[in-house]
């Protein structure tokens, strides 16, 4: 079957960041996503400790420096390292903010509504454990049609937060704040 014009828009855009295969960039959003939602439901809500803006400052640029760095490395590799990250980073307020940056930009897209509101209630506020019934409270009946809308909305979400980093730390580069380094897939030719 083939795939939908929204799909291959996403796969484009994909390729054009320098990721070849758009698969492998949706099982390294999902597994974002699953290790997120974990982490949402036994995440200590007491657990707000004060930090000076400069250590908010440090800690955020190494999160983004490490989720840019990983991202680009086989699933295998990625796979092992994203549930510490994400544990790291549930810890602080710039991970709600980049999750809400590409949300927004799901939103420019004709899809963009559905696609927030598939990870919103599948993944960021899910009321069940069945993966069936999280499917029915996105308003879908039937599983082709969902896990087709999953896999776009997980995809453009990915490579949304990823364009997103990259350009932040890009500027962050530009500015002096942080190291000249390379970014992949950026220097990959």
Known sequence: MAKSVAYRKIASLCMI???KNP??????????????????ICQDQNTDIVKTQEEIDAERRQLRYDL???FWRPYDEYKAQMGPLVDRAMATVWFEGVI???MSMMLMLDKGNIYKRILDKYYL?????????????????????FYDRLEEAVTMFAIEAW???????YRDIAMG?????PIFPDNLK
């Open 125 to 145: 506020h899910a009321e069940h454990e069945s993966k069936t019934e999280r499917m029915y409270d996105c308003g879908f009946t039937t599983t082709s049609v």
């Open 100 to 102: 809400d940056y590409a």
């Open 17 to 19: 960041q320098g990721f």
């Open 68 to 70: 840019l760095d990983m």
């Open 163 to 169: 364009i997103h980093l990259k350009n932040n730390e």
């Open 23 to 40: 698969k492998e960039v949706y099982k390294k959003g999902k597994l974002l996503f699953e290790d997120y939602r974990i982490a949402l």
């Open 177 to 181: 704040l942080v190291p000249n380094h």
